[in-house]
Structures are given as structure tokens and as C-alpha cells.
């Protein structure tokens, strides 16, 4: 294993941000570990997808599953249900981004799933098959978080690995390990919807700055030690402006 963690936080569409962010990877000293919610609300999901999927292939990267990812695969397995919740959670960005804009003024839900579905066969493969978690040395790294309830923390309802928010962010980390965990923006985990920095709680640490609300992405290096650097770029274009 190599000696450090580059872990991202959620990109949400944001492929420029993104790019940026992979200028401080070095494959030959950091295991990279993309923390999940690459799509949704920016303009460039299929971009981000699709690095995401080189990444793994190309440098044996970590992408996690994260609740967009989710959302995006509910979608495409049941349109006419899901897609009103999928819309308002910044999907049809996504739609956008891999068919072409304005695409739901066009086609029925039914139609839009069997087009990606047809045109996108590995993307979704490749997405079904990612991972819920990762360990290494103290740390857990987790899209959304763990159940601090469980005895184990392994036997969190897969769910709540990309969907928990205040149980985990309140309870008791009894884990031994050090969770490091996205979904949730830190502006929110501050209390004062303004700080993008990362928040670190009770062996937790929280780095989603909330870009694509107007907030910043971090790229953060782990050693088996702790944090040897933070890296923040802002999102200087403004929050998302939905489109429903």
C-alpha cells in the first residue's frame, strides 16, 4: 500500500474543480480515494463519471458510492417513480450532461433511462459495482458515514452508508478508527452555512465544503498519522441554480 491517502470530496458535476483537484495526485505515493457524489447539479457529470472510471482503472483508485450515484442508478431502474425526486436533487444536469440539453422536454423518463442504459452499458456496471467503504490503517473513509449504534460498525445498514446524517454526526464514535466522510457540507456541520473548512469532530472529519452551493472542494492527504495537508479551491461561479 502506498504511503499516503488523496482523498476528494464531492464533485457533484464540478469537472473543472475536479481537475484541478487531481494536479496535487501522485499515483506513485498516493492510494486516491474518491469519496463518492461525482454527478448531479454541475454542468459536466458524464466528464466526472467517466474520469472517476478511468481513475479506478488506470491507477487502482477507490470510488465509493455515494447517494447521487444512488440516485442516478434508482433512476435508470425505476424512471417514472424516481425521476420528480431526481430532477429536484439536481439530476436533470446529469441527463443533460450524458444525452444533450433539455433532453426531458423531449422524451418520456421511460425513454431517457433506456437511452443511458443503452449508450452508457459499462459506466453502469462499473457504478452498481462500487464499494460502500474503505479502510485503511485508523481510518474509515465513507460517503455518508457509519451506525454508531451497531456493536460493529460493518453491520451499518447499507443505506446509511450513503445516507446518514445527524444520528452519525451526533453519536459516539466508539469505532477506534478516525471516519472521514462527505454528503453532508461542512458549512451546515458548522452551524453557520459560511465555513467551507473541514469539520472535525470526535474522530470525525467532515470534508465536503459544499461546492457546488457556492462553498469549495478539498483534496486531503493522509498519512497513517493524520492530515499532512488540506487542499481547498473555492467554487468562484456561484451556487447551483437549479433548473426546475
Known amino acids: 500500500m502506498k504511503p499516503y491517502i488523496y482523498v476528494l470530496s464531492d464533485i457533484h458535476g464540478r469537472y473543472d474543480l475536479f481537475q484541478k483537484l487531481l494536479t496535487n495526485f501522485d499515483p506513485q505515493q498516493h492510494q486516491l480515494v474518491l469519496i463518492g457524489d461525482l ?63 433539455n433532453a426531458l422536454d ?22 452498481m459495482a462500487r464499494p460502500l467503504y474503505f479502510e485503511w490503517e485508523k481510518y474509515i473513509f465513507v460517503h455518508a458515514g457509519v451506525d454508531l ?21 451526533q453519536g459516539k464514535n466508539t469505532t477506534g478508527k478516525t471516519i472521514v466522510f462527505g ?17 472535525l469532530s470526535d474522530n470525525k472529519i467532515g470534508i465536503d465544503g459544499g461546492a457546488v452551493f457556492g462553498g ?12 499532512v495537508q488540506d487542499i481547498e479551491y473555492q467554487n468562484l461561479d456561484g451556487p447551483w441554480q437549479p433548473e426546475f
Open 39 to 101: 454527478n448531479d447539479r454541475g454542468k459536466q457529470s458524464k466528464e466526472c463519471f467517466l474520469l472517476g472510471k478511468e481513475l479506478v482503472e488506470k491507477y487502482d483508485a477507490i470510488y465509493l458510492r455515494g447517494n447521487h450515484e444512488e440516485y442516478f442508478l434508482q433512476f435508470l431502474a425505476s424512471p417514472e417513480d424516481w425521476l420528480p425526486s431526481y430532477v429536484r436533487n439536481g439530476g436533470k444536469e446529469t441527463i443533460d450532461s450524458l444525452l444533450h440539453r
Open 149 to 169: 449504534t451497531q456493536k460493529d460498525w460493518h453491520d451499518t445498514d447499507p443505506r446509511d452508508f450513503i445516507w446518514i446524517r445527524d444520528a452519525f454526526h
Open 216 to 227: 469549495s472542494v478539498h483534496g486531503v492527504i493522509f498519512d497513517k498519522n493524520g492530515i
Open 183 to 199: 454528503h453532508t457540507i461542512t458549512p451546515m456541520l458548522h452551524g453557520d452555512m459560511q465555513t467551507t473548512d473541514l469539520w
Open 106 to 127: 423531449e422524451y418520456s423518463p421511460t425513454e431517457i433511462a433506456m437511452m443511458i442504459r443503452s449508450r452508457y452499458k459499462e459506466l453502469i456496471e462499473f457504478l
